[in-house]
């Protein structure tokens, strides 16, 4: 079975709203205090899913990353281009501004259960879309970047205990300033 893998960059204490600063929050943009080494390349480790999965993004962080992504060539940029990346909207009906994006057909379970049943499905970012997909036991892995920040306010990665009370922790290890946590459910 294929697998649905939530991947975010986390303060210490738990937020993950606005690391960029794309969104104007107070915190917002604390992703890029910690240098080019805490961003470039493969630092959720997707290897050779990449290649092969389907990236799900919300509407906002899909214009975000279609804005950055298609200018970059060095060789992890080029694989992110390359993906197939799949967008949830109920707004938007052109993506053809980043090569290989459609708009996510009817409802979000369905169409992520459709997806997973062909291919990983791996979640950028996107936090309501992960609230959703956890809630309904939907999410197998979750990897996390967390940088040494506290904010003390904004959206966090679980909003309760529903869903996070069982993971197994796969795997650490350093990400620049930060450390990449890789949890997954068990038996997943």
């Known amino acids: 079975m294929h697998r649905v893998i939530a991947i975010h960059y986390a303060t210490l204490d738990g937020f993950v709203e606005d690391p960029d600063g794309s969104a104007g929050t107070p915190g917002g943009g604390w992703l890029y205090r910690y240098g080019p080494e805490t961003l470039a390349g493969d630092k959720f480790r997707l290897g050779g899913t990449l290649d092969t999965c389907a990236l799900l993004f919300g509407r906002v962080t899909w214009e975000v990353f279609s804005r950055r992504w298609p200018a970059r060539t060095d060789d992890f940029s080029a694989r992110m281009n390359a993906a197939r990346k799949v967008v949830v909207t109920r707004t938007l009906t052109d ?18 259960q459709r997806l997973r049943a062909e291919r990983d499905v791996v979640v950028i970012g996107s936090v309501g879309i992960v609230h959703e997909l956890t809630a309904r036991d939907l999410v197998d892995e979750f990897r996390v970047v967390v940088l040494p920040t506290v904010l003390g306010t904004g959206r966090r990665l679980f909003t309760g205990p529903a869903g996070a009370d069982d993971l197994e922790l796969e795997s650490v290890e350093r990400s620049g300033q930060g450390a990449l946590l890789r949890y997954r459910r068990p038996g997943r």
């Open 95 to 112: 993506v053809s501004g980043w090569h290989n994006s459609t708009v996510l057909d009817g409802d979000l379970v369905d169409g992520v």
